[in-house]
Antibody, heavy 118, light 110 residues
Framework: QVQLVESGGGVVQPGRSLRLSCVAS????????MHWVRQAPGKGLEWVAV????????SYGNSVEGRFTISKDNSKNTLYLVMDSLRAEDTAVYYC???????????WGQGTLVTVSS | QAGLTQPPSVSKGLRQTATLTCTGN????????ATWLQQRQGHPPKLLSY???DRPSGISERFSASRSGSTASLTIAGLQPEDEADYYC???????????FGSGTKVTVL
């Protein structure tokens, strides 16, 4: 069955960096684009970034552009999000989710919590 | 990025019908339509409807999506206690080259 497992979350000080991973199984990872979506405590969903199936196209949300980097290693079935210059407002649960054929969000991970605090 | 507009809450009785709306513009919902997600408390979101209004496998027929112009709608027929959740719409915005979410609608089953 399809599984997406995020990891790498934790408590980090403002201004520091963190790398999240999302390991995929149960489907052909190289045939899917991938999103990162986050949700601050008690708030709604916020789109973070997307990467196309072969990494040929990447887009970011306004609030993270220039600070976050999304990448995808099809040989390892793994999606990454490198988060630099972290701010308190980046505190959220970060989910990875799939994208294929112009349709998004068929599959979601359980999320990993990132807390930015001194 | 400006998001899509959803009413904050909808309350309906058991077995009644709820219709949720999601309003965007010609660059997002009006272009390719909207995706609908359900999020129960403490769980990740779950896909309810594709942009073409089709349901993924395993999603109850009680959930149906439609679109008129730049407004997408999700109708939940025969409300059940398990339908209590937050519902989000999303759409790709071709002008922003970004995906946008609605702020979510909390559905309460009375």
């Amino acid at each position: 069955q399809v599984q997406l497992v995020e990891s790498g979350g934790g408590v980090v000080q403002p201004g520091r960096s963190l790398r999240l991973s999302c390991v995929a199984s149960g489907f052909t990872f190289s045939e899917y684009g991938m999103h990162w979506v986050r949700q601050a405590p008690g708030k709604g969903l916020e789109w973070v970034a997307v990467i196309w199936l072969d990494g040929s196209h990447i887009s970011y949300g306004n609030s993270v552009e220039g600070r976050f980097t999304i990448s995808k290693d099809n040989s390892k079935n793994t999606l990454y999000l490198v988060m630099d210059s972290l701010r308190a407002e980046d505190t959220a649960v970060y989910y990875c989710a799939t994208s294929k054929g112009g349709e998004d969000f068929d599959y979601w991970g359980q999320g990993t919590l990132v807390t930015v605090s001194s | 990025q400006a998001g899509l507009t959803q009413p904050p809450s909808v309350s309906k009785g058991l077995r009644q019908t709820a219709t949720l709306t999601c309003t965007g513009n010609d660059n997002n919902v009006g272009d390719l339509g909207a995706t609908w997600l359900q999020q129960r408390q403490g769980h990740p979101p779950k896909l309810l409807s594709y942009k073409n209004n089709d349901r993924p496998s395993g999603i109850s027929e009680r959930f149906s999506a439609s679109r008129s112009g730049s407004t997408a709608s999700l109708t939940i027929a025969g409300l059940q206690p398990e339908d209590e959740a937050d519902y989000y719409c999303s759409a790709w915005d071709r002008r922003l080259s970004a995906l946008v979410f609605g702020s979510g609608t909390k559905v309460t089953v009375l």
